[in-house]
Structure formats: C-alpha cells, structure tokens
C-alpha cells in the first residue's frame, strides 16, 4: 500500500480501500448476514492489502500511520456498505500491546499480525457478571511457576473463533485487597490455537446482526507469565489507551454509517415520484436527512479532534468518549432517516438499510454505552458529583 500520507484526512487511503470494498457489494454483505458467517475473503484481501496494520510500526512490518489513517480505513469501509466489525480489534486492540508491549513481545508478535499470518482480532474484558463495571471482572489468573492458571468466563467476546490471539484482562489480585478498585487487574496475551480445548471452550452466541460474538469459559487454562503486557495488576490502565483508540475508531466507523446512510437517502428522495414531485421535494421528507447530515459533519469533526489528540500523545479521554457518543447517535439519526425515507422499501432486505440500521444500533452500547460516557463527562468534566 501507498505509505506516503499527503494529508490528514488520507484521501489515497479512502480511494484505495474504497477500491478494494467494490469487490465485496451488499450481495456479499447480504449473504454472510443471511448465512451468520464471518466475511473471510474481506479479511483477507484487506490484511493482504496492509490495511489492518496501518498502525504497526515500519520496523516491524506496518505502515506506521497515525490513528487517523485507520480511522479512514474503516470509515470508508463503512460508508461502501461493508462492516468493519468483522476486523476493527486487530486496530483497537494495538494501543495496548503497542503502548505496553515489551520488546521481545513485540518482536514476536507484531511482524506475524502485519504479514497476515497471526490475527489478533479478539478483546476479551466483558463478564456477565460485572458488566459495564470492569473493576468487578472475576476471571482469575494466579501464578503457578512460569505460568498464570487461568479460571471464569467473559461474555459477548467477538470474533474469538476467527483469531489467533486475544488481549484478555484477568483479576491478578483480589478487589477487596487493592488500594483502588481498578488496581489488581493484569492484561495477558492469549494464544488461542493453544489454549482451545486445553482449558478454553468459545460458544457462539446469536445477536441481531452477523457480528460473531462469542462466551469465553476458562477451566484452569494455562498461560505462560511472558505473555503478561505491562507490569502485573496495572491491566486496567494498559487497556485504557487501547480502549480510547477503539472509541475513537468505532466513531469513525460510525461516521461511515452515517454517511452511507444519508447518501442513500438522498438518492432515492430525489428520484422516487410521488404525488407527481420527488419525496425529497417535501420538506417533510428533507429536514431530517439535513439534520442527520449536520449531525455526522459535527460528530466527524470531534472524531478528527479526538484522533489527533490520540496521535499527539495527548490525553483523549473526554474526545473519544464524546467523539464515540455524537457519532454513534449521527448514524442512528441517519439511519432511521434512511428507514422512514425509503417507505416500506427500507425494510426490503435487498437495499441493505435494514442490515446497516441493525449493524449500526450496536454502537450506542458497546464498546461503552451511551449513558456510561454521558457520566463519564459530567463527572470528569463536569466535576459533577459520581451516582455510582
Ligand atoms: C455484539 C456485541 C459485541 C461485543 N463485543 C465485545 C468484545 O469484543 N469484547 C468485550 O469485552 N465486550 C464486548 N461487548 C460487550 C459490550 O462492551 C457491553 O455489552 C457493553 O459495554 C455494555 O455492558 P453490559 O452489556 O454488561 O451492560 P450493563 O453494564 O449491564 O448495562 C445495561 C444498561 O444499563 C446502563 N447502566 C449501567 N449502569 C449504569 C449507571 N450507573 N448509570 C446509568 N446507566 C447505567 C448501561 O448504560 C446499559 O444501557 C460486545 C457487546 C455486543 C452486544
């Protein structure tokens, strides 16, 4: 791929994974939604392209672009109808090993995921019985000689079955015996092709879209001490910079939504003829694809905003988590627009919205929920007091 970026917003980028997305139209899409399959010649030809490794370093087999360059991969694969959420964590999931790798680690690791032959597209840190509230994870990992002997179980873990790797966040001590609640907490690499049927079983569960989301159960699987990323029980900060690069990516994902969806909206508002006049002629019928598009152009400064903080080595926390709310709400304006404007036609399978609108609902609740960034500002920001 083309390394020389003229431009922050990387339009040779666009044009080239827009290129490559053409291969893949909304029959394609269609078809892996209908069968619940996971899109693995997308995967490929984008790994084989260098997409997903935009953001490896050059020294170990990447591009060793900013956050923003990725954030122009997957929008735009979002916005020619494809779903980023088959490949997004090999992205997201790099901040952690990038930022808190060592250098042994990174040298084993990193070339593999950029040639294509390792994938690390798995992010395990949601339970069923902490939910949003990580600091209350109770997937254990105690240490038995070179090993950490792992025990419990996560929930809702994408594309576990289609990696080779997974960034998993473990209890390595006790809450009640930390200073802080999110102190105790360790981040281990696991290779899955090892430890499947060796102390790790995946069950698939079905979701409204094809998302290949996954339960994890951990029977005293074994993971060697050297795959620890960061020092032990300051997990919970090693995933933080990878968590505000996956809000951060996830937004850009959602501008792509947005976007998608208002094209289509105006396209078929100016040319379906109604009472004698395009619908797009009825202010009824326009207002709201102008307000969903003032949204995403508003939401899409915030996301660039948030990226270049990121990329500054500044901290992104408030703009990612605002970036991630405005966008994810942009599309969904976008969407229920390109629902209501396309009549009963929007529910017709063949035009894809209907698969888009259920794809694009997940991003108001993972990878964080709305309501869980609204108190994120008002009390960081805010200095309003904490309910929880
Ligand atoms: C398709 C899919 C894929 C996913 N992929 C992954 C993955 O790869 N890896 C991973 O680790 N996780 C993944 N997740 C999990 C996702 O991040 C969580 O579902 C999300 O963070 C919400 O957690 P929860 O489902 O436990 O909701 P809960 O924490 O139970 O919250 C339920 C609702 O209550 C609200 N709520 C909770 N507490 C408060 C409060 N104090 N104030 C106000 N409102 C509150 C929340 O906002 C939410 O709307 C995925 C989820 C889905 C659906």
Known sequence: MNRVASDKTYPEIRDAVARLCEQFPGEYWRRLDREKAYPTEFVTALTAAGYLSVLIPEEYGGSGLPLAAACAVLEEIQRSGGNGGACHAQMYTMGTLLRHGSDAQKRQYLPAIADGSLRLQAFGVTEPSSGTDTSRIRTSAARDGDDYVVNGQKVFISRSLHSDLMVLLVRTTPRDQCPRHTDGMSVLLVDMREALGNGLTIK?????????????????????????????????????????????????????????????????????????????????????????????????????????????????????????????????????????????????????????????????????????????????????????
């Open 204 to 388: 698939p569960v079905e979701t409204m879209m094809n998302h290949a989301t996954t339960e994890l159960f951990f029977d005293n699987l074994r993971v060697p001490a050297k795959n620890l990323i960061g020092p032990e029980g300051e997990g919970f900060r090693c995933i933080l910079d990878g968590m505000n690069a996956e809000r951060i990516l996830i937004a850009a994902e959602c501008i792509g939504d947005a976007r998608w969806f208002t094209a289509k909206s105006s396209s078929y508002a100016r040319e379906r003829v109604v009472f004698d006049r395009p619908i797009g002629q009825n202010q009824g019928v326009q207002f709201p694809i102008a307000r969903a598009h003032i949204q995403t152009e508003a939401a899409a400064l915030m996301v660039q905003r948030a990226a270049d903080l990121y990329d500054a080595g500044k901290p992104a926390g408030a703009e990612a988590n605002m970036a991630k709310l405005l966008a994810s709400e942009a599309a969904w304006a976008a969407a229920d627009t390109c629902i209501q404007t396309h009549g009963g036609y929007g529910f017709a399978t063949e035009y894809d919205i209907e698969r888009k609108f259920r794809e694009t609902r997940l991003y108001q609740v993972a990878p964080i929920s709305t309501n869980l960034i609204l108190s994120f500002i008002a009390t960081r920001e805010l200095d309003l007091p904490r309910s929880f």
